[in-house]
Nanobody, 127 residues
Framework: QEQLMESGGGSVQAGGSLRLACDAP??????????LGWFRQAPGKEREGVAA???????MYADSVKGRFTISKDSTKSISYLQMTSLKPEDSAMYYC???????????????????WGQGTQVTVSS
């Protein structure tokens, strides 16, 4: 049973925008002592870290999405958002939300650093 639930995926043309949301009700018990992240996986490729927000609010991004994607967190509702703008066809993938207790740091890009995962939401960007 997934602990996290993503929503907001869909199809969009290149240059468009989408906002993904991740609901992590289990983590509402941990106040600010948890981190949320987003990963993506395209067919035939490894899962890669896209963005993360640590318990102290620090944000981290993959170089490929810097300046285009913004991660945020509503700690009162344990929900993370990934605002994606200027989307490119290469952004097409299944996007997964991840969560872990504590404040994640340099290891955020590694899937093994995260404890809980959502089922994924598909993002398709057409040229």
């Amino acid at each position: 049973q997934e602990q996290l639930m993503e929503s907001g995926g869909g199809s969009v043309q290149a240059g468009g925008s989408l906002r993904l949301a991740c609901d992590a009700p289990k983590y509402s018990y941990y106040a600010y002592s948890y981190s949320l992240g987003w990963f993506r996986q395209a067919p035939g490729k490894e899962r890669e870290g896209v963005a993360a927000i640590a318990g102290d609010g620090e944000t981290m991004y993959a170089d490929s999405v810097k300046g285009r994607f913004t991660i945020s967190k509503d700690s009162t509702k344990s929900i993370s958002y990934l605002q994606m703008t200027s989307l490119k066809p290469e952004d097409s993938a299944m996007y997964y939300c991840a969560a872990v207790r504590g404040s994640i740091g340099w290891s955020w890009k590694y899937p093994t650093s995260w404890n809980d995962w959502g089922q994924g939401t598909q993002v398709t960007v057409s040229s």
